[in-house]
């Protein structure tokens, strides 16, 4: 007895191959979309700067009040100087987990840490 | 047709249907942040429509910007700023007198731990400016004169002052409050799925939204450790509920190997000292602000007493030898104890 495979065709085995590879494909396409946790700097709606946190850098971001110095290294994201008048936000120390956040209130810089939404944090966010 | 093309077709729907499943993203979630109230207020919200979740949000953070200026010590037309100014107090907006009662409500069951008068103290301590300093005990009397849960009297919306030089802080109390009203203004807008969090007080709605990784689940807090900076304390678990943390990190200086914070005893103008943090995870978050700060002045004993009159609020207080002391039904949020 003949099974159902015995009727395929060389033409209907193609168009199943191409759709379980472009299946497949895309699958795999969507799982690796997402980079890396980014930095995400803004001032008011404007977003200012964005950059993987895993490349060390700097950068001088204006604001009303100067210039606010940002430093991506291995600590994390952290403000090095800036025009305000308490510094509070160079206190702050570094950012570097998902959702963390960093202001500078007077020169109205906000730095925020961001993930790809697959990437589960331990936590939602901070109570402080 | 060859009795194979349908088994062809059938897989190709079968396929397709699977990449579309594996596809879908679930919920949308929008996070926006601005510099509202001198701290960051951050709102996250999840559903359908990513149109109708701007739209949402936008609205939210209306209101927190009329709430500052209604609520603001810092604007001079401010409700604050009128009755500060005048002798005898005056009548205010319904949102203003709102957080008047709730204010009183705490300071009177917290013994006056918690105060809406101590707008001249902190003045005086200059935390919000520049250079704070440690006033002497002769300032610290002046601006503490006629303070006090009886200092303050509300009636409909009049407010009446008992000194004329009383000056009203709400900062105890409004951020809180512009959070849950922000909440509401969210529902309004068919918002289910939501998190607003003021400088870390923060209500969240409903559950967090799915994502790729995750299913529909209760909103993970992780509470900040006083005292390692990079370390989380614990991490609770809760749906429709306020989560407020007050510490002696937050804001403090240090003078003469003395730590000084923004949290004061009324009893005596200075930093309270029995707790380095407390969280308060409550129905609202303006009632949680108000008990966080009571509880940390009045430290784990008596301020764990002041909980038990709040039958749906629970508290994590680390005390300032670092030990912990829990409500009792703390253990029902806990995510890792």
Redesign the interface.
């Known amino acids: 007895m003949k099974t159902?495979w015995h009727?395929?065709?060389p033409g209907?085995w193609l168009?199943?191959l191409f759709?379980?590879t472009t299946?497949l494909a895309?699958?795999a396409w969507?799982a690796a979309a997402p980079g890396g946790t980014r930095v995400v700097v803004?001032r008011?709606?404007q977003i200012l700067f964005t950059a993987p946190l895993d490349q060390p850098r700097s950068i001088d971001l204006d604001g009303p009040l100067g210039q606010t110095h940002l430093v991506i290294d291995e600590q994390g994201a952290h403000i090095t100087n800036s025009p305000c008048?308490?510094k509070?936000c160079i206190s702050m120390?570094p950012a570097?987990h998902t959702g963390d956040?960093l202001?500078c209130?007077p020169n109205?810089i906000?730095v925020?840490i961001d993930s790809p939404?697959?990437?589960?944090a331990?936590?939602?966010?901070?109570?402080? | 047709m060859?009795?194979?093309?349908p088994?062809?077709i059938g897989?190709?729907v079968v396929?397709?249907a699977?990449?579309w499943w594996?596809?879908q993203?679930g919920d949308e979630?929008i996070r926006h942040?601005?510099?509202i109230m001198?701290?960051?207020v951050?709102i996250m919200a999840g559903g359908q429509d990513p149109d109708e979740l701007e739209d949402a949000i936008d609205a939210a953070f209306a209101e927190i910007e009329r709430l500052d200026k209604l609520l603001s010590r810092h604007n001079p037309g401010s409700d604050v700023s009128r009755l500060s100014q005048s002798d005898k107090g005056g009548k205010v907006a319904a949102e203003t007198a709102e957080v008047v009662a709730l204010g009183l409500d705490v300071a009177q069951q917290s013994g006056g731990a918690f105060d809406l008068t101590l707008g001249r103290l902190k003045s005086l301590w200059g935390f919000e400016?520049?250079t704070p300093t440690v006033p002497d005990q002769d300032a610290l009397s002046v601006a503490l004169a006629g303070t006090g849960p009886t200092a303050l009297s509300l009636d409909g919306q009049q407010v009446s002052k008992q000194a004329p030089h009383l000056q009203i802080d709400l900062g105890g109390i409004a951020k809180g409050y512009a959070v849950d009203r922000a909440i509401a203004v969210l529902k309004l807008h068919g918002v289910t799925s939501a998190?607003v969090?003021a400088g870390?007080?923060?209500y969240?709605l409903g559950q967090?939204p799915q994502?790729?990784?995750?299913p529909k689940r209760f909103?993970?807090?992780?509470?900040?450790h006083p005292r390692q900076?990079?370390a989380?304390l614990e991490?609770v678990q809760v749906r429709d509920r306020a989560?407020?943390?007050s510490?002696d990190?937050?804001?403090f200086f240090e003078q003469e190997g003395i730590r000084y914070h923004h949290i004061f005893d009324p009893q005596n103008g200075l930093p309270a000292r029995h707790c380095q943090s407390v969280?308060i995870i409550a129905d609202s978050v303006a009632l949680g602000d108000a008990l966080a700060t009571a509880v940390f002045v009045l430290g784990p004993k008596a301020g764990l007493q002041l909980l038990t009159q709040y039958p749906q609020v629970e508290g994590l207080i680390v005390a300032v030898d670092g030990t912990l002391h829990t409500s009792p039904d703390w253990t029902r949020y806990q995510v890792t104890p």
């Open positions: 159902p009727f395929m065709t209907d168009i199943v759709l379980l299946s895309g699958i969507v803004t008011g709606e008048p308490r509070i120390g570097r956040l202001a209130v109205r906000l925020h939404a697959d990437e589960e331990p936590y939602d966010l901070l109570s402080r | 060859p009795w194979n093309r088994l062809i897989l190709l396929l397709l699977l990449t594996r596809l993203p979630e942040s601005r510099l001198g701290t960051i951050e400016k520049e998190a969090n870390g007080d923060m969240l967090r994502t790729p990784k995750h909103w993970r807090i992780g509470l900040q900076k990079d989380v991490t989560v407020v943390t510490g990190y937050e804001r969280t």
